[in-house]
């Protein structure tokens, strides 16, 4: 059964930094894309970045570029996200998903989800 236990949010200034971890377990990490998304009130969830475990090739979104970055420690089967000069309008529940067949940094090629982690920047 895939898990994905997504920590790190909390309360920061703008300019503020933080970083997101998502443990995944139940399933071979080295085969699957992972991704993070965030949702903001009133909004859809989309993709902020995403990590494909096999070649390795990241994307982000355009909102986020040069501020976050996605990595992975292979021993932990966890994956991070670096948030750094955080804007208040990066405030949203943030979720890692994963998926074995995923080839875009999309909600719907995303099917395991993790509980989101809420991430409020104030300014």
């Known amino acids: 059964e895939v898990q994905l236990q997504a920590s790190g949010g909390g309360l920061v200034q703008a300019g503020g930094s933080l970083t997101l971890s998502c443990a995944a377990s139940?399933?071979?990490?080295?085969?699957?894309?992972i991704g993070w998304f965030h949702q903001a009130p009133g909004k859809e969830r989309e993709g902020v970045s995403c990590?494909?475990?096999?070649?390795?090739?990241?994307y982000y979104a355009d909102s986020v570029k040069g501020r976050f970055t996605i990595s992975t420690d292979n021993a932990k089967n966890t994956v991070y996200l670096q948030m750094n000069s955080l804007k208040p309008e990066d405030t949203a529940v943030y979720y890692c998903a994963a998926d074995m067949l995923a080839t875009i940094c999309s909600e719907v090629d995303f099917g395991s989800w993790g509980q989101g982690t809420l991430v409020t920047v104030s300014s």
């Open positions: 139940g399933f071979t990490f080295d085969d699957y894309a």
């Open positions: 990590i494909s475990r096999r070649d390795g090739s990241t």
